[in-house]
Nanobody, 118 residues
Framework: VQLQASGGGLVQAGGSLRLSCAAS????????LGWFRQAPGKEREFLAR????????FYANSVKGRFTISRDSAKSTVSLQMESLQPEDTALYYC????????????WGQGTQVTVSS
């Protein structure tokens, strides 16, 4: 499994950003694709995941209502639309994948940096 995240950048507080993750290497019919982030000095934080087959989504309370995860099966991409960004959203954002049977996420892409200025 290969995951390639992109779309990070610098945005002002209150702004929006859309991250994208290109997934390849196998069919993802029995996979969850997820987004995580890690800020300097903090632990990695789960943000959202999507069931590739059904499109069912699940969000962390910290981003529910502000972030939206979606997938494009034809393009084999997973996106994270982020709204109302705040400086505390500054972090390195990662996409990850696991099968529906995995407890943890064994497949990770490289991070994409999101910086929110006040």
């Amino acid at each position: 499994v290969q995951l390639q995240a992109s779309g990070g950048g610098l945005v002002q507080a209150g702004g929006s950003l859309r991250l994208s993750c290109a997934a390849s290497g196998r069919t993802f019919g029995n996979y969850f694709l997820g987004w995580f982030r890690q800020a300097p000095g903090k632990e990695r934080e789960f943000l959202a995941r999507i069931d590739w087959s059904t499109g069912s989504t699940f969000y962390a309370n910290s981003v529910k209502g502000r972030f939206t995860i979606s997938r494009d099966s034809a393009k084999s991409t997973v996106s994270l639309q982020m709204e109302s960004l705040q400086p505390e959203d500054t972090a390195l954002y990662y996409c990850a994948a696991k099968t529906i049977r995995d407890l943890h996420y064994p497949y990770w892409g490289q991070g994409t940096q999101v910086t929110v200025s006040s």
